[in-house]
């Protein structure tokens, strides 16, 4: 057996629970974006702004953020160790994925606490 | 161990993919799309909130004729990513496991995707 050492928990298991449970903040995310921009019709600058001051926004939409850091690097390192075989190929695209998830997380917090 | 007489064809070209490896193959593909998709929509964010004037900007920017195909593309990606998620959680939940429970999710995942992406279209013009 191959005991697989770039994956995001330390078994498919927990990579599998992982997945499931970040997919539903996510999903959870979505329809909240969604709804809000459905239910408000038109969206001013500062009733947007108002709903991104609110902490509980601010901190639900950093959760699907972290989210999408996880859920990103388990579905992407899925993909690549099916399709991708050469290992250094392999491991630099992991490695831009990886790069790439966490600028969108300090991206995030940035934008979110308008630092 | 000899093995030079199995069979291998590997030319996908030959497959007939049944439905569901065809909504399994577009779960992947939507994932990778949104992988860039989220910085699109980061940066949406980032213009959104920064001031009036990059609201604004974003606003009439979102007018133009490439910009909803982008939203769009991204909702589309999005809404079918989702559709698919969740017959992956009833599926987890022991719905739909059988052979025939695949193919009938399969449709019934193309379907709703299908209306929900026309009508991501049609709010996003």
């Given at each position: 057996?191959?005991?697989?050492?770039?994956?995001?928990?330390?078994?498919?298991?927990?990579?599998?629970?992982?997945?499931?449970?970040?997919?539903?903040?996510?999903?959870?995310y979505?329809?909240?974006?969604?709804?809000?921009?459905?239910?408000?019709?038109?969206?001013?600058?500062?009733g947007?702004?108002?709903?991104?001051?609110?902490?509980?926004?601010?901190?639900?939409?950093?959760?699907?953020?972290?989210?999408?850091?996880?859920?990103?690097?388990v579905?992407?390192?899925?993909?690549?160790?099916?399709?991708?075989?050469p290992?250094?190929?392999?491991?630099?695209?992991?490695?831009?994925?990886?790069?790439?998830?966490?600028?969108?997380?300090?991206?995030?917090?940035?934008?979110?606490?308008?630092? | 161990?000899?093995?030079?007489?199995?069979?291998?064809?590997?030319?996908l070209?030959?497959?007939?993919f049944?439905?569901?490896?065809?909504?399994?193959?577009?779960?992947?593909?939507?994932?990778v799309?949104?992988?860039?998709?989220?910085?699109?929509?980061?940066?949406?964010?980032?213009q959104s909130l920064?001031?009036?004037?990059?609201f604004?900007?974003l606003?009439?920017?979102?007018?133009?004729?490439?910009?909803?195909?982008?939203?769009?593309?991204?909702?589309?990606?999005?809404?079918?990513?989702?559709v698919?998620?969740?017959?992956?959680?009833?599926?987890d939940?022991g719905?739909?496991?059988?052979?025939?429970g695949?193919?009938?999710?399969?449709?019934v995942?193309?379907?709703?995707?299908?209306v929900l992406?026309?009508?991501?279209?049609?709010?996003?013009?």
């Open positions: 057996m191959v005991n697989p050492a770039t994956n995001y928990g330390k078994n498919g298991v927990q990579d599998w629970i992982v997945q499931r449970l970040t997919a539903v903040i996510l999903a959870i979505t329809l909240f974006i969604i709804g809000t921009l459905i239910l408000s019709g038109d969206v001013t600058y500062a947007w702004k108002a709903l991104f001051s609110l902490t509980w926004v601010r901190v639900f939409s950093l959760m699907a953020l972290l989210s999408v850091l996880a859920h990103a690097w579905g992407l390192w899925t993909v690549s160790t099916d399709y991708i075989k290992p250094m190929v392999r491991f630099l695209f992991q490695l831009f994925c990886g790069v790439l998830l966490f600028v969108y997380v300090v991206w995030g917090v940035e934008v979110l606490w308008g630092l | 161990m000899k093995r030079d007489n199995r069979p291998v064809n590997l030319d070209t030959q497959f007939s049944p439905l569901p490896a065809i909504t399994s193959i577009l779960h992947r593909i939507t994932g799309i949104l992988l860039f998709g989220v910085g699109f929509l980061l940066w949406g964010l980032d920064e001031s009036q004037q990059s604004d900007a606003i009439s920017l979102l007018d133009g004729f490439l910009a909803k195909l982008i939203v769009w593309g991204i909702l589309a990606a999005l809404l079918y990513h989702l698919a998620g969740f017959k992956h959680l009833f599926m939940l719905i739909g496991e059988t052979l025939e695949g193919q009938t999710g399969a449709k995942v193309l379907v709703v995707a299908v992406i026309l009508a991501a279209g049609v709010w996003v013009w």
